[in-house]
């Protein structure tokens, strides 16, 4: 039977006894039924994974005992989504299967079609709540990273930022958009090696307009396709995150 997983931050971590705090004691107590020497899992979101056993169930903190620690290493790519925010709570939805999927950041981007207006404090509230839906999927899947979740914002105010990246891809249906593996061929003949660093770029429904598209291109971004069926934007965030990370493994194991 699997252990029941939790989540405490690395600072949270030190020291031979952990202690869950109050919100993360009362779902361990009154919906997981936790008792006086059970063994658990907590993960730090940061590579390690915690083998604990409960020494003490209190009303409002549980204390672990550390028995045992693993290490897995950081990914050898960093792959980031730059997911437009759909309507409605399918963000949520997207944040979690991306972060199962192994994604390394999530930037959530604000368009003209979805009509999301949000202020500084709004957008930190967003912020708060998918950076805790990423939480909840690590602890759901075993993941030992957890993405990033940043604040929304706009195509313009990301791109600012001129951030580096070795291979950045956007989904599209426009003619001239090639198959990721192409890219991936491309890169990895004039290089010798993998990418360090990947985005995905996804428009929200109805795709980024031509004016964001051209925005983005202009970048460096490459177009590419992924089939040609018109998808949802959820659909499309998880076919471009598993097409990424199945060449990156295939090409790690086959050199």
């Known amino acids: 039977m699997a252990m029941h997983r939790f989540y405490l931050t690395p600072e949270q971590c030190?020291?031979?006894v952990l202690t869950l705090p109050e919100r993360e004691a009362h779902h361990a107590s009154a919906v997981l039924r936790i008792r006086h020497g059970d063994v658990v899992s907590v993960l730090d979101g940061v590579g390690s994974e915690y083998v604990c056993q409960v020494l003490e169930v209190q009303k409002r903190q549980i204390l672990l005992r550390v028995d045992g620690k693993k290490t897995t290493p950081s990914p050898t790519c960093s792959v980031t989504l730059v997911q437009a925010v759909p309507k409605?709570?399918?963000?949520?939805?997207?944040?979690?299967?991306?972060?199962?999927?192994?994604?390394?950041?999530?930037v959530p981007i604000l368009t003209e079609r979805v009509n999301v207006l949000l202020d500084d404090e709004g957008a930190e509230q967003k912020q708060e709540k998918w950076q805790l839906t990423a939480v909840e999927a690590i602890k759901q899947c075993g993941q030992s990273w957890l993405p990033k979740v940043e604040a929304p914002q706009t195509i313009k105010s990301f791109l600012a930022r001129k951030e580096k990246t070795e291979l950045s891809f956007a989904c599209s249906l426009q003619e001239g958009a090639r198959h990721p593996r192409e890219h991936f061929d491309a890169f990895f003949d004039a290089h010798k090696h993998l990418p360090s660093s990947i985005s995905l770029w996804v428009g929200p429904e109805g795709d980024f307009t031509p004016e964001e598209m051209s925005l983005i291109l202009s970048s460096?971004?490459?177009p590419v396709t992924l089939g040609s069926l018109v998808l949802r934007c959820e659909t499309a965030a998880l076919y471009a995150l598993s097409v990424t990370g199945y060449e990156l493994q295939f090409r790690q194991?086959?050199?």
């Open 88 to 106: 409605g709570k399918m963000m949520d939805f997207i944040i979690q299967k991306a972060t199962e999927l192994g994604v390394n950041r999530i």
């Open 220 to 222: 460096g971004v490459l």
């Open 253 to 255: 194991r086959n050199g």
């Open 14 to 16: 030190s020291g031979a």
